[in-house]
């Protein structure tokens, strides 16, 4: 296009946004507790080059959630933005009082597997410097989309690897690029920019395409979580409703106060409330900040998708409450994403404003390290908190390792130091089958084998007279060892007249050292039967203050100034308990001010006809909408 009709361009936006904003200010927006921006792609960039497009997509989305900031992408998959539009779009935001920074969509080719760039070429490499020092040209700040990662293997590659492994060479790549290509450059051109890493959501994953949570955050101003989880069964990343929550709290605790916030997208939804629920965790998890992505998908219509099973019922996220309210203002069409972000936002702002910072059971995943993936998200879907930490929590009373943990050489050493002090751990029996031969014998005496076994019924580790016990859909365990009266059996599988440990207790020095089975599929640990995980939450959560009894897909979220919340994720209406030390007297719900009076119940026997432990609690009975949330202060 030649610069005579970019002038035109730019003074037509220049003109629109003059007359809409002309006789008053901006008007205020936002939320109280959090902000809200929206992401804009290149080719998104590119469409705004017509004014009535411009104009009219962001009357849709403003329309119906409150927008903060703009991230305006110079580059995507080819396509670079020309200077005059992205200086003629910013202006449009601007005088709508609304924050404009820039992104970059780090991919030769989105659509052939995520290509990426080749970090060890030097055409690709003197592009990307360009990309980063025109970028900075334009903004203040610059968030790169996780496209950020090096997934080539061609001959400069192979060379350049030498004989490190693809994990060592990428990371270590990747490092250089951040400070050689990405910041130092940026900063050549614009001093007092900021540029910010965005993570994706597999976190687990990361060192194998060259992301490294050990370094970049420290090259970059900051970073920003991935919290997309897509939908939970049939999908290839496993990713659980709970790691919304979850990779907030681990990327805050690796680099504290420097999480910018969450980003979520609609990509993979089965049922339109999955939306919501992104949205909820996010802020739960208390991240200062939230990226809609992507500009075009807040402009689709909002279909409910499979949720017939709860249509009807009122749940946090109304869907028929969201279209009546819609067809008010907007008769002639239906409501879009933009006003599923926006009804969601609304309904969590208020309690966000209430609770207090998170707590949960420490769980030590060093940085860099995989194994059991995403277990802990699977264990927050039970109802356990979880907070992971990158380093290991020397002063939590219960630290909770799995396999990803056998990532630090120093581990046996740390865990018998945290024994020592009369603190506890819990270990998978993927963490034993990799430990068992680099020093765990000094611990504990059992071994993880390779035979495994299909259980479906369950009792206390010591059966009693009546053989007590839970029944469910046959689950495959792998078969753990152990010596007789050195381990004790906490609970037991039983199998063709046979007995196998699924929570194992032994202890060294002053401290107790827990063994929980895993299931080869880590879905069939929503198949353990209620008692069962009642009784793992008891050995994990020991005196944590609040602890929840039900179903499974339920899970709970904690803070320290004696606030709760707890969200299903069932189709259906759940009725859970929810036990709570200190004294507390009542809860009362935070929406609808409605008081529940807690039962001093008396001592209560764990699995298999154990005396429970612990601190005396109050018990409250709470029913739970389908995919909903409720959130409580106690009451002393």
């Known amino acids: 296009m030649s610069s005579l009709r970019w002038r035109v361009v730019f003074l037509c936006v220049c003109l629109t946004s003059y007359c809409f904003a002309s006789g008053a200010s901006p008007a205020a927006r936002g939320y109280k507790n959090f902000r809200v921006a929206v992401y804009v792609p290149e080719y998104v960039v590119e469409q705004m080059k017509d004014p009535s497009y411009l104009q009219s997509s962001w009357e849709t989305i403003s329309g119906q959630v409150k927008v903060d900031k703009v991230y305006l992408e110079t580059y995507r998959s080819g396509r670079t933005a020309d200077d005059q539009l992205l200086e003629a779009v910013k202006s449009f935001f601007a005088v709508r009082g609304v924050e404009v920074d820039g992104g970059i969509g780090l991919t030769v080719m989105e659509s052939d597997n995520f290509q990426s760039f080749c970090y060890t070429d030097p055409k690709d490499r003197d592009f990307v410097k360009k990309l980063s020092r025109k970028t900075a040209r334009h903004f203040d700040e610059i968030i790169l989309d996780d496209f950020y990662f090096n997934n080539t293997k061609n001959d400069l590659d192979i060379a350049a690897k030498g004989s490190r492994s693809w994990d060592d060479f990428r990371v270590e790549l990747m490092d250089q690029a951040s400070r050689e290509l990405i910041v130092g450059p940026a900063r050549q051109v614009n001093p007092k920019v900021k540029v910010i890493i965005k993570f994706p959501n597999w976190y687990e994953h990361f060192q194998g395409n060259g992301y490294d949570l050990d370094k970049e955050p420290r090259i970059f101003d900051g970073i920003w979580a991935g919290n997309e989880t897509r939908e939970a069964d049939g999908t290839s990343q496993h990713l659980q409703q709970y790691q919304s929550y979850e990779i907030t709290r681990y990327l805050e605790n690796i680099a504290p106060g420097r999480n910018g916030g969450g980003w979520v997208d609609t990509g993979g939804l089965r049922y339109v409330d999955r939306y919501a629920e992104q949205l909820w965790d996010t802020m739960l998890a208390k ?8 500009w075009t998908e807040l402009l689709n219509p909002a279909a409910p998708g499979q949720r017939q099973a709860w249509n009807g019922i009122h749940t946090s996220f109304d869907y028929q409450q969201l279209v009546s309210s819609y067809d008010k203002s907007h008769p002639e069409k239906p409501p879009t994403f933009a006003g599923v972000a926006g009804y969601a936002l ?3 702002d208020p ?4 609770i207090g910072n998170p707590i949960g059971i420490a769980s030590y995943k060093p940085y860099n ?9 699977y264990l927050g ?5 979880i907070e992971m930490v990158p380093t290991f929590p020397t002063k939590a009373k219960l630290v909770l390792l799995t396999e990803e943990a056998a990532g630090d050489p120093q581990l046996i050493a740390k865990i018998k130091t945290h024994l020592e002090s009369g603190k506890n751990v819990m270990m998978t029996s993927g963490l034993v089958r990799v430990l068992q031969d680099r020093g765990l014998k000094d611990l504990v005496s059992l071994r993880a084998t390779s035979r495994k076994v299909i259980v479906a019924h369950y009792s206390g580790g010591v059966r009693g007279p009546e053989g007590e016990g839970e029944n469910n859909a046959g689950v495959l365990i792998p078969e753990i060892d152990y010596f007789t009266n050195d381990a004790m059996p906490v609970i037991s599988a039983d199998a063709s007249g046979n007995s196998f440990p699924i929570l194992l207790a032994d202890h060294y020095s002053k401290g107790t050292i827990f063994v929980l089975t895993i299931p080869d599929n880590f879905n069939d640990l929503y198949s353990y039967p209620p008692s069962v995980v009642s009784a793992v939450k008891e050995a994990v959560l020991g005196d944590f203050p609040v602890r929840l ?7 709970l979220f904690a803070y320290d100034n004696h606030t709760f919340v707890v969200e299903s994720y069932l189709d259906h209406p759940a009725t859970v308990t929810v036990a709570i030390t200190d004294g507390i007297a009542k809860i009362v719900n935070m929406e609808s001010g409605e008081s529940i009076v807690g039962e001093a119940a008396a001592a209560r026997r764990g699995f298999g006809g154990r005396q429970s432990t612990g601190p005396a609690r109050m018990y409250f009975a709470i029913t739970i909408q389908p995919h909903s949330y409720a959130a409580f202060s106690e009451v002393p």
């Open 287 to 294: 991240a200062p900040a939230i990226i809609l992505f992507k």
């Open 381 to 385: 879907m039970m109802g356990v908190p």
């Open 549 to 555: 009894e039900g179903p499974n897909k339920v899970s």
């Open 369 to 377: 390290s995989s194994g059991e993936d995403f277990l802990q998200n």
């Open 346 to 348: 609304d309904e969590i």
């Open 351 to 354: 309690i966000i404003g209430k």
